[in-house]
C-alpha cells in the first residue's frame, strides 16, 4: 500500500543553519506530494506541495523537489528561524475512497531551533 | 475567515461520560475526515465522509460514531469515553475527485479522559 517514510526526530539546530527533512515515499500510480507544518498547539497547515515529477514546491523560504527516481520529496530551507520550530508531516495524495482524496501522512520531524 | 472550525478547543471528561465533537466547514469541500494525533504515532484517521450523506471507517474507527449533517458539517461522538481515548482530534476538509489539493485543518480539540 501507499506509505511515506520521514526522518525521525527531534531536529535541533542553531539559527541561520541549513534545514534538511529527508521524506521517501512509496505509492502505485503518480501521487502528489505535500509538506504540512504544525505549529505548537495548532492544526496543520499546508506548506508546500509538488504534483509530477521534477515540480519544485517553494513557500516561506522552504522548498522541495518532487524526485521520482529517488521516490523522495525532501524538505530544506537556507538559513532557519526560531519561528520555523514545529512539527513537520510528509503526506502523499492519491485517489481513494469514494472518489475522495486520500492523504497518506508520515510519522512527522519534530524541529527545534536555538537562538 | 474561511476554514475548518471545530468546536470544543478543550474538553475533560470523566470515564464513561459521552461527548460530541463538533466540526464545520465553509469551502464547500465535499470529503471531510476525523484524525487523533497521539505522540510518536502520528495522525491516525478515525472516520472519514467522501461525500455527503456517506460516511466510512478509518484506522481506528472503535469507539467512535460519526455523522455527515449536511455537507458543512461533521460531527464525532464518543458514547463511552475512555481513557485511551484522550488525545487530540483534527477534522479536516478536502475537494473530492482530484489528487492536488491537499487537505485543510482545523486547529484541533484537547480531549482529556480522567
Known amino acids: 500500500g501507499d506509505s511515506v517514510t520521514q526522518m525521525e526526530g527531534p531536529v535541533t539546530l542553531s539559527e541561520e543553519a541549513f534545514l534538511t527533512i529527508n521524506c521517501t515515499y512509496t505509492?502505485?500510480?503518480?501521487?502528489?506530494l505535500f509538506w504540512y507544518v504544525q505549529y505548537p498547539g495548532e492544526g496543520l497547515q499546508l506548506l508546500l506541495k509538488?504534483?509530477?515529477?521534477?515540480d519544485k514546491g517553494s513557500n516561506k523560504g522552504f522548498e522541495a523537489t518532487y524526485r521520482k527516481e529517488t521516490t523522495s520529496f525532501h524538505l530544506e530551507k537556507g538559513s532557519v528561524q526560531v519561528s520555523d520550530s514545529a512539527v513537520y508531516f510528509c503526506?502523499?495524495?492519491?485517489?481513494?475512497?469514494?472518489?475522495?482524496?486520500?492523504?497518506?501522512f508520515g510519522k512527522g520531524t519534530k524541529l527545534t531551533v536555538n537562538p | 475567515n474561511a476554514g475548518v472550525t471545530q468546536t470544543p478547543k478543550f474538553q475533560v471528561l470523566k470515564t464513561g461520560q459521552s461527548m460530541t465533537l463538533q466540526c464545520a466547514q465553509d469551502?464547500?469541500?465535499?470529503?471531510m475526515y476525523w484524525y487523533r494525533q497521539d505522540p510518536g504515532m502520528g495522525l491516525r484517521l478515525i472516520y472519514y465522509?467522501?461525500?455527503?450523506?456517506?460516511?466510512d471507517k478509518g484506522e481506528v474507527p472503535n469507539g467512535y460514531n460519526v455523522s455527515r449533517l449536511n455537507k458543512r458539517e461533521f460531527s464525532l461522538r464518543l458514547e463511552s469515553a475512555a481513557p485511551s481515548q484522550t488525545s487530540v482530534y483534527f477534522c479536516?476538509?478536502?475537494?473530492?475527485?482530484?489528487?492536488?489539493?491537499?487537505?485543510?485543518f482545523g486547529s484541533g480539540t484537547r480531549l482529556t479522559v480522567v
Open positions: 479536516a476538509s478536502s475537494e473530492a475527485r482530484g489528487q492536488n489539493y491537499g487537505y485543510t
Open positions: 505509492a502505485t500510480g503518480y501521487p502528489s
Open positions: 509538488a504534483t509530477k515529477a521534477d
Open positions: 503526506a502523499l495524495s492519491a485517489l481513494g475512497w469514494g472518489g475522495s482524496e486520500k492523504l497518506v
Open positions: 469551502m464547500n469541500h465535499n470529503s
Open positions: 465522509s467522501a461525500s455527503e450523506g456517506t460516511t
